[in-house]
């Protein structure tokens, strides 16, 4: 392939990204032949020089403030650069790239690149062990690091998680400046499967002229949100402003949301003869399995069955309504309030006790505080500092809105992290349980975090009734918990059936009978009943308001959700709070079947016949 070709061949695969990222078309020949010959040229342009804070007898740490920089880069290229001048785009490389969770075993497993980013960071070393150096890097390295995530046709989840990296010395010693000089973008090279960055300026530089790039691009600079990302390398007071969270608006909840009908009102309740099983058809293959009531048949298409179980969204009410008034749904109208964590903690905010509003404590008591970091920003930051002003505890855990399975989830006291992370897509930022109970692990020689899944089966909305599958289920950490150490998947999520750590199972009958041992000044009994009130005000919370803001009313629908909760010491270690944590559309109910083999006759005989089983089902409202 010649030359021309070879360039049309490389703009062809990376003229989207180049446009993305606001590359100017004028650099593009350049670059294509950069990156063919591997030429990294930069220090032939810009030098890289130390910042001297004098007092060469204090240590590199103490002689400068956190905001001041160690590195600087200037431009050496005599005559100077012209931002027209379609020659001037570098490659720059990098010296580091990680994903949160394996960082720390990245450097543990390179002593090399410990010394570099250390020395890059301004990190002393001298008499400290590796786990110190170490311990320091990953604090500091969200001042240092950049993101990118990828996305294709066939990555798994997993792969489209974000990748941080940090740029070589020359790259990362560029300043930040509200009137940048030069911008630095990440490009992938999909043929080699590389990354860089690229250094181009925006403006013409002359012989001595600093490098000045916008860390937070595209912000407007006189906003309260630019102040707040910025503060991972400017430190600016926000306790001033509301932290005070108010009501989204309408369009929020719309906004993203496939589009979506409401039902007939006037329609009735399906009707059916009583001497005949129910039709089901069910996308869900432990449905099929585990039915086995004969009050309901399995049957293979929707179009005869009198009660559609799909794992796929249903938006289509109206017409439902009017097609086929004689079917359930297992889905109520706009559901996604509860079942996406950002929306789900709105509504549960509409159950906050009058009066305390403006209280730095949870409100009401059994949701974790938490903040929307793409809408409530500042109120956030305003939160974290004044809990910091009044020295009390500033653990969270952040969490994308709609993924699951511990799946991009951070927990951090550090608000430069936060800032960081906020960047990395929509995400809420929730108050860590910091005092959670725990349940004692003969095996693990500890006490572990713990959480609980109730099943509850809602029935109807405008008149509410709902009731919860009491035979709950559990799932344990794999070692003991202390406030530290969060990057240890096993000591601080519980989710292990999905990863390769090893899946602690038991039964809840297991489970009460060691909780008497373990508790026997907190009784189960009392436990349930403040979970299930707990899940009653979720549901008022979510049903309180009409659609789009809230689950709506059908005649033709009955569901199941599955309810994520802790434990959490409350009044000083007196009482036990229950938080809920999340509630997860359609379920894996797989060790619900295998464990109580009923499970599904149970479900399927209070939601379509009014006939519960009370010794696992409780009508909670």
């Known amino acids: 392939m010649d030359g021309l070709n070879q360039y049309d061949a490389f703009i062809s695969v990376h003229k989207a990204q180049l446009q993305a990222s606001g590359v100017p078309e004028h650099f593009w020949p350049q670059l294509f032949r950069k990156l063919k010959h591997q030429e990294f040229d930069a220090g032939s342009s810009f030098s890289l020089l130390l910042v001297d804070y004098g007092e060469e007898q204090r240590s590199q740490e103490e002689q400068r403030s956190q905001e001041e920089p160690i590195w600087t880069v200037a431009v050496v290229k005599e005559g100077g650069i012209q931002?027209?001048?379609p020659t001037e785009i570098y490659l720059v490389d990098h010296a580091w790239t990680f994903r949160a969770d394996n960082a720390r075993q990245l450097l543990n497993e390179h002593p090399p690149l410990v010394n570099r980013l250390a020395i890059m960071m301004g990190i002393e070393q001298e008499a400290l062990p590796s786990s110190v150096i170490v311990s320091k890097i990953l604090n500091d390295v969200w001042k240092w690091c950049n993101m990118y995530s990828l996305n294709g046709e066939g990555l798994t989840v997993e792969n489209r998680m974000p990748i941080w990296y940090v740029m070589d010395e020359l790259g990362s010693g560029i300043l930040h400046s509200n009137s940048p000089n030069c911008r630095v973008v990440p490009f992938i090279h999909v043929t080699e499967q590389m990354t860089y960055s690229l250094l181009f300026p925006i403006e013409d530089l002359e012989e001595g002229d600093q490098l000045y790039r916008d860390f937070v691009e595209g912000v407007p600079s006189?906003?309260?949100?630019r102040d707040a990302l910025l503060l991972p390398w400017h430190y600016t007071s926000l306790a001033e402003e509301s932290y005070t969270q108010k009501e989204a608006a309408k369009e929020y909840f719309l906004a993203g949301h496939i589009e979506e009908s409401l039902p007939d009102p006037d329609v009735a309740p399906p009707l059916f003869d009583g001497n005949s099983p129910l039709k089901v058809y069910s996308e869900y293959e432990m449905v099929n399995q585990y039915l086995t009531d004969p009050g309901f048949e399995i049957v293979q298409s929707p179009e005869e069955a009198d009660i559609l179980w799909l794992t796929s969204h249903f938006k289509q009410y109206k017409e439902f309504s009017e097609s086929t008034p004689n079917k359930y749904v297992n889905q109520f109208p706009f559901e996604n309030v509860i079942t996406i964590k950002d929306l789900l903690s709105i509504v549960c905010r509409r159950m906050a006790r009058k009066g305390d509003q403006d209280s730095l404590e949870a409100n009401p008591q059994w949701l974790p505080v938490t903040y929307n970091l793409k809408t409530e920003l500042v109120e956030f930051v305003s939160y974290y500092q004044n809990r910091a002003h009044k020295g009390l505890d500033n653990h969270y855990i952040v969490k994308p809105w709609n993924l699951?399975?511990?799946?991009?989830?951070?927990?951090?006291?550090?608000l430069t992290q936060i800032m960081r992370l906020q960047q990395t897509g929509p995400k809420i930022v929730q108050k860590y349980i910091e005092n959670p109970v725990l349940f004692e692990r003969p095996e693990v020689e500890g006490r572990v975090k713990f959480d609980i899944r109730y099943v509850i089966l809602l029935k109807s909305v405008d008149e509410l009734s709902a009731y919860v599958y009491t035979n709950f289920f559990l799932r344990f950490a794999n070692k003991p918990f202390e406030l530290s150490g969060f990057d240890d998947y096993e000591k601080h999520f519980t989710v292990m059936n999905y990863s390769q750590f090893q899946l602690r199972h038991m039964k809840c009958e297991e489970?009460?009978?060691?909780?008497?041992?373990?508790?026997?000044?907190?009784?189960?009994?009392?436990?349930?009943?403040?979970?299930?009130?707990?899940?009653?005000?979720?549901?008022?919370?979510?049903?309180k308001v009409g659609p789009p803001c809230g689950i709506g009313a059908s005649a033709q629908s009955r569901a199941l959700y599955a309810v994520d909760l802790m434990l959490e010491w409350a009044d000083g270690g007196a009482t036990i709070q229950p938080k809920v944590l999340e509630v997860n559309f359609t379920p894996d109910c797989k060790r619900a079947c295998e464990y109580y083999p009923d499970f599904y006759n149970d479900v399927f005989n209070v939601l379509f016949l009014d006939q519960e089983n009370p010794d696992v089902l409780r009508k909670i409202v």
Not at 404 to 414: N, V
Not at 518 to 541: F, N, R, T
Request: with cysteine.
């Open 83 to 85: 931002a027209n001048d």
């Open 222 to 225: 006189d906003c309260k949100e």
């Open 404 to 414: 699951a399975r511990g799946l991009d989830m951070y927990i951090t006291k550090s």
């Open 511 to 543: 489970f009460l009978e060691r909780w008497k041992v373990q508790y026997p000044k907190h009784p189960w009994e009392s436990v349930e009943a403040d979970i299930c009130d707990m899940l009653k005000e979720v549901l008022q919370g979510a049903t």
